[in-house]
């Protein structure tokens, strides 16, 4: 098997990088048929792979991929699930190649969608073909189900997984879209933050107002907004949305036990990786503890008024903010959102109206290290790069987690082979390649280890 996978290592190799030159950008309609090619690709490498029934399922959205192999009766059997849709490039000026001609520099493999998710969903491809190619079948049972809109809301697979066919019954999902601590470390990721994504709108006049003849006396969604938005959260970061912390589970002592021993560098976090003057958030909070297992608030635009060059003197009728909310166990998206429109309301100033518009948003995840599928998990990691696996946890959200969750009732292992500085959904994104092909060996002795 491990031959298999070194003397095709070439074959392996250019088959993703033809996957990445597809520009599968989801959220782009002008990119709907590329997506649609993406799907295709894959479906097709899953037939080839050796797996029945590949197939394409249509549906309200982008695509899914489904196929399956099931010949080890009484074995275990896990869901593998990825995404072939990919984030926009811009800006495109700031790539060293174009971002859809895979280009191999420093043993690392640069193109948009390099480590997150193509590259990471072609090992459980390549682990799987491995498998049934020398053996003629698997250790255990799998299906495989990647979608094509994880870049832009998830609905279609959401509504497919909430309809619980059978054919998506399993013991345990496997996902391969996080990433490993420090390079060379193994890593498992238990915890995942949940996420709520709104718009906050401001009205104020019904059009825009002259300055000159109106200022001082009609209402300014703008300075009206960003009053709302700091009544939210103070300058020491922490959140006034009255019942948000409610619910949060602290992390157990021998967990914070652990993250303590991981090789952490904050000074050097905080110079080279953000390149801030200092660091930010609660009071009292270590970097993982608010990153990991503290909620947030974020604001991540704001539009209004005039923004071109020049000067235009006007008082905006109306103001919006994208905002999210990042929730960790045991909180609750709907009543998170709810707060949020609670809290809104409440500081909202005179003279304006505002509204909470939320735009999607799914529940945080915890695992425990010592499920069974995890531990596997850890221990095949462990023999393939000859150090012992660390469990962190994740300030981002992987929204199928909890929807496997939650409709399943399975628990999703997060085998992530991606570093810190692949530069996900920035330009220069690129995937490690010792860590791909790795990465195939362990989930290969992974999924043998269970069928054991």
Known sequence: ?????????????????????????????????????????????????????????????????????????????????????????????????????????DSNLYARGASDDKGQTWILVKAVEGLLKTRGRLPVNVRFLVEGEEESGGGHITAYVASRPPRLAADAAVICDTEMFAAGLPTICVGLRGIVYAEIDVQG?????????????????????????????????????????????????????????????????????????????????????????????????????????????????????????????????????EQLRQAVAAVCPRGVRAEVRVLHSAGPSLVDPENPFVRAAAESLTETFGKETVFVRSGGSIPIVGVFQQHLGIPSVLMGFGLPDDNLHAPNEKFHLPNLWRGIEAVARYLEKLGQ
């Not at 996978?5 to 597809?22: D, N, S, T, V």
């Not at 409610?246 to 002592?253: A, K, L």
Request: charged share 30%.
């Open 205 to 337: 006049a019904k059009r825009d107002l002259h300055s000159g003849l109106y200022g001082g006396a009609a209402p300014n969604p703008l300075q009206a907004l960003a009053e709302i938005v700091c009544a939210l959260k103070d300058r020491e970061g922490r959140i006034h949305i009255p019942g948000f912390y409610d619910r949060v589970r602290p992390p157990s002592p021998k967990e914070l036990e652990a993250w303590r021993r991981l090789p952490f560098d904050e000074q050097r976090y905080r110079d080279e990786e953000l390149g801030v003057p200092d660091l930010v958030g609660e009071p009292g909070y270590s970097v993982f503890e608010r990153t990991w297992a503290r909620p947030t608030f974020e604001v991540h635009g704001i539009r209004g008024g005039f923004t071109g060059e020049g000067a235009k003197t006007v008082i905006p009728a109306r103001a919006t903010a994208k905002v999210s909310m990042r929730l960790v166990a045991d909180q609750q998206p709907q009543e998170a959102a």
């Open 1 to 105: 098997m491990l031959d298999y996978y070194r003397e095709h290592q070439e074959e392996f190799l250019e088959g993703l990088k033809a996957w990445l030159r597809i520009p599968s950008i989801s959220t782009l309609p002008e990119h709907a048929a590329d997506v649609r090619r993406a799907a295709e690709f894959l479906r097709d490498q899953l037939e080839a792979a050796g797996l029945s029934s590949a197939e394409i399922i249509e549906g309200n959205g982008h695509p899914l991929v489904y196929a399956e192999w099931l010949g080890a009766p009484g074995k275990p059997t896990l869901l593998l699930y990825g995404h072939y849709d990919v984030q926009p490039p811009d800006p495109l000026e700031e790539w060293k190649s174009p971002p859809f001609e895979p280009e191999i520099r």
